[in-house]
């Protein structure tokens, strides 16, 4: 049966590691990975290497910065199950080319449309950051309102979200 799920929570909480789990005992082989970040530095690209060895090699892995509405319409109906991973590095690079929170907001629309017309399971990681402090400067707090607006889109879209807690998955909405 085809889900949406979102896996939300604080950075390193586990939220990776338990969407692949559960996109491992989905399927054994029509799985694909959509990674969203693209590493500016050493210490990223280590990283990347390192979330690439945590998946099996039956997991495909394509590097969608932007385009993740499109990569959905294209690849759900030849997979089983989709992880993305995360919205919060999808919305940095929706960053990169604006500001304006309508034009974030109409990528989040395209989103959740392209997420209801999926044709498998599709997993997705963000990150919360509405926990925070009020940051002090106007980039960072359009950033911590977009990525609110874009989690709770995905999350209302949802039909099961996780919230991650030092690597236990509770679920928030069934």
Do not use: Y
């Given at each position: 049966?085809?889900?949406?799920?979102?896996?939300?929570?604080?950075?390193?909480?586990?939220?990776?590691?338990?969407?692949?789990?559960?996109?491992?005992?989905?399927?054994?082989?029509?799985?694909?990975?959509?990674?969203?970040?693209?590493?500016?530095?050493?210490e990223m690209k280590q990283r990347v290497i390192r979330h690439k060895k945590e998946r099996s090699d039956?997991?495909?892995?394509?590097?969608?910065?932007?385009?993740?509405?499109?990569?959905?319409?294209?690849?759900?109906?030849?997979?089983?199950?989709?992880?993305?991973?995360?919205?919060t590095f999808w919305i940095n690079n929706l960053f990169l080319e604006t500001d304006d929170p309508e034009k974030i907001a109409e990528h989040a629309r395209r989103l959740t449309r392209s997420l209801k017309k999926a044709r498998c399971t599709v997993i997705l990681v963000s990150n919360e950051v509405g926990t925070g402090?009020?940051?002090?400067?106007?980039?960072?707090?359009?950033f911590r309102d977009s990525a609110g607006f874009v989690n709770q889109a995905v999350a209302e879209t949802a039909d099961k979200v996780f919230w991650m807690v030092a690597g236990i998955p509770v679920q928030i909405k069934p």
């Open positions: 049966m085809k889900e949406i799920v979102l896996f939300i929570g604080g950075c390193r909480s586990g939220k990776s590691r338990s969407a692949l789990r559960m996109g491992e005992k989905l399927s054994e082989n029509n799985k694909i990975f959509l990674a969203t970040c693209v590493p500016q530095d050493q039956h997991w495909m892995t394509l590097e969608v910065p932007v385009l993740i509405p499109e990569a959905i319409t294209d690849h759900t109906p030849n997979m089983d199950v989709m992880v993305i991973d995360c919205l402090i009020v940051p002090e400067n106007r980039l960072s707090r359009l």
